[in-house]
């Protein structure tokens, strides 16, 4: 898919410009198609769930929550962000290529994820509000889980830029001075790895999708890397 309106963004990082157009086109359709729930159809879920197909591991990259702007919103400005100056330095080929691999193995952490999710849940007083059992409550969640978006494939993204870029400032909301991308993003990883093992009541957020996202990212770039440091300062 190819869309050309003759600007900067699309001449020097075309997968990042088609991406923020798909991903926008997708979501789209998961408020305005119906009755098919695109957003059902397209999820993650759990292998063992009968909800599960395998074309999931993919679909749900392009997917947003559509009760609100701010889960797309956010993910886009962070591919814009990074994924402009990674695509520049890899190509757009291998760029693509970084992208979807680091969405996968996003995917690979989620299933692995899922049985210890299950478990915290049947223990928590969110879970033992349902009045089931445990086995119960753990057969259900792995029943209905579903994760979306394309956060995970963009951690991956974040991550790589940190070592290759690990010097360059950034500046973050709220913080009025800038900070080295070597302390931002392992701080946010490390938030994510924190915020997955705590599962706090209502944090829908996937964090083991980021983890996965940023530990594929982090060897894959390192794998290409390792023979050329001339990109490190």
């Known amino acids: 898919m190819a869309f050309k309106f003759n600007n900067s963004l699309q001449r020097d990082t075309p997968i990042v410009f088609n991406l923020l157009i ?39 990259m392009f997917l947003h929550d559509p009760t609100g702007l701010t889960h797309i919103f956010f993910n886009m400005f962070t591919l814009w962000m990074f994924g402009t100056i990674m695509e520049r330095h890899l190509g757009s080929k291998r760029f693509l290529l970084f992208y979807l691999i680091c969405g996968l193995g996003a995917g690979i952490f989620i299933q692995l994820s899922v049985p ?14 349902n009045g089931m059992s445990a086995p119960d409550l753990i057969t259900a969640y792995k029943q209905q889980y579903q994760a979306i978006g394309a956060s995970g494939a963009i951690m991956g993204v974040m991550a790589a830029y940190a070592y290759l ?65 001339k990109t490190f300062y």
């Open 22 to 60: 798909i991903n926008v086109l997708v979501y789209l359709a998961q408020i305005l198609v119906k009755p098919f729930d695109v957003t059902a159809w397209g999820a993650l879920h759990y292998y063992k769930s009968s909800l599960f197909y395998p074309h999931q591991f993919i679909t749900n």
């Open 116 to 129: 210890f999710s299950a478990d915290q849940f049947s223990k928590s007083a969110e879970g033992l509000a």
């Open 165 to 229: 870029f690990p010097n360059t400032e950034l500046y973050i909301m709220f913080i009025p001075i800038p900070l080295k991308a070597k302390y931002v993003i392992p701080f946010f990883i490390l938030l994510d790895v924190f915020m997955g093992v705590r599962q706090i009541a209502g944090d829908n957020v996937g964090h083991f999708a980021h983890l996965g996202g940023a530990v594929v990212g982090f060897f894959l770039i390192f794998f290409w890397n390792k023979t050329n440091r």
